[in-house]
């Protein structure tokens, strides 16, 4: 079980290009965001690494950690290994963990989501993952319930040493997540539509994670 405060990990929207550079500062700038998946579209392998290039960055000059993601087929490794990114998110199979592993060594991040079971969980924890992400939105873009995500998150945190990331679909969430001992709180549109701009959005986060660990 952990017992660090919870710290924040943000989800973009699927990118085509470089353009979310600085929503992405912005973001970052409302402080204390440990890492960014970066989701990106499907598109070749260069123009993918020069996206990479060009956002990684803008995350890791604010000391957070950049992970990378590609919607479709992609080489994961290659793109993270020369676009200098922290590491990389997948929603294969154990398999694949262990090839990427085999690949990344210990040198960049795996995490996994799309996990659509408690056995699922615990073959990707085996397969060697830094982390698993429970709830985020789906292809679709709908979202499991809440509860289930507290469940998942608080079964997986209280048994298992390997990091989880609970997400949020709303600030008002955040408290109940945090509430399962997750080490990590990713959110999305809530902080990139937030009303005042990201920054104010991270900020808000960031007081309603401060409260609830508080409250622990």
Not at 15 to 30: K, N, R
Not at 43 to 54: C, H, P, Y
Not at 104 to 116: P, V, W
Not at 152 to 173: G, S
Request: glycine share 8%.
């Amino acid at each position: 079980m952990s017992e660090a405060p919870a710290r924040l990990y943000l989800i973009t929207p699927v990118l085509t290009d470089a353009s979310f550079a600085p929503c992405l500062s912005e973001a970052c700038m409302g402080g204390r965001v440990a890492a960014v998946l970066l989701r990106l579209a499907p598109a070749d392998e260069r123009t993918l690494i020069n996206q990479v290039k060009a956002l990684a960055p803008v995350v890791q000059e604010h000391e957070a950690a950049a992970i990378v993601a590609v919607e479709g087929e992609a080489d994961l490794a290659t793109i993270a290994a020369r676009g200098a990114a922290d590491g990389v998110h997948i929603t294969g199979k154990a398999t694949q963990i262990r090839e990427m592993r085999e690949r990344l060594k210990a040198e960049r991040a795996i995490g996994a989501g799309s996990i659509r079971s408690k056995d699922d969980a615990m073959t990707l924890g085996e397969a060697g993952v830094d982390y698993l992400l429970f709830g985020e939105p789906r292809p679709d873009g709908s979202l499991p319930t809440l509860e289930s995500v507290v469940e998942r998150a608080a079964w997986w945190a209280e048994i298992f040493e390997t990091p989880c990331i609970a997400f949020a679909p709303d600030l008002d969430a955040i408290p109940a997540l945090v509430a399962t001992n997750a080490e990590f709180i990713a959110l999305g549109d809530a902080v990139w539509d937030h009303a005042g701009g990201p920054a104010k959005g991270v900020e808000a986060a960031l007081a309603a994670l401060d409260k609830a660990e508080a409250a622990r």
